[in-house]
């Protein structure tokens, strides 16, 4: 599109079905690579991107062109099918369905793309549940118990 200028920062937030570690380290940098080529391929890019066993964190120079939705839900399916086709987990992997999306300044990449590295120590004092919940009053979503990504039952 000519004339078009944007500055479009999304850092997307999804977890694997019933929040089952199932993203091992052994795996997970390919995992992120073939994310990173999901965005890059729809025409965005990947800043920063880290799994946690039970969910991810990416951080997406958006393109005007394609809705959030629509990338995140091709970079879920995408990476789902891959993680499948190589049999990186027992069974059938899948992402919960839904994600949480947030922008950003320019003048906030700094920070959220340090926090996005330092998930691992992040989550050694915050639970997943705790800090997206947290990362959605910050923004002032209003949410709904029953859509907050579930945990596996007993």
């Known amino acids: 599109m000519a004339n078009t200028y944007t500055q479009l920062y999304v850092h997307g937030v999804f977890a ?9 380290d052994v795996h997970a940098e390919e ?19 880290n799994t946690m066993p039970d969910h991810c964190h990416i951080l997406i120079g958006l393109k005007p062109s394609i ?5 995140l839900g091709k970079v879920k399916s995408g990476s789902s ?10 069974g059938h992997f ?5 994600f949480g999306a947030f922008s950003y300044a ?3 990449l ?5 926090y996005i590295n330092n998930q691992t120590q992040h989550h050694r004092v915050k639970s997943f549940r705790e800090e997206y919940i947290e990362l959605l009053d910050e923004f002032k979503i209003g949410w709904d118990e029953k859509y907050i990504f579930k945990e596996l039952q007993p």
């Not at 099918?81 to 027992?90: T, Y």
């Not at 899948?94 to 839904?98: A, I, K, L, R």
């Open 67 to 71: 809705s959030i939705s629509e990338l």
């Open 106 to 108: 320019h003048s906030q």
């Open 31 to 49: 995992i992120r690579k073939y994310m990173c080529g999901i965005v890059t391929s729809l025409g965005s890019k990947p800043i920063a991107i």
């Open 81 to 90: 099918g891959f993680i499948n086709k190589e049999r990186f987990v027992p």
């Open 16 to 24: 694997v079905r019933s929040r089952q570690n199932l993203i091992f």
């Open 110 to 114: 700094d920070t959220i793309i340090a």
């Open 94 to 98: 899948e992402w919960q369905d839904g």
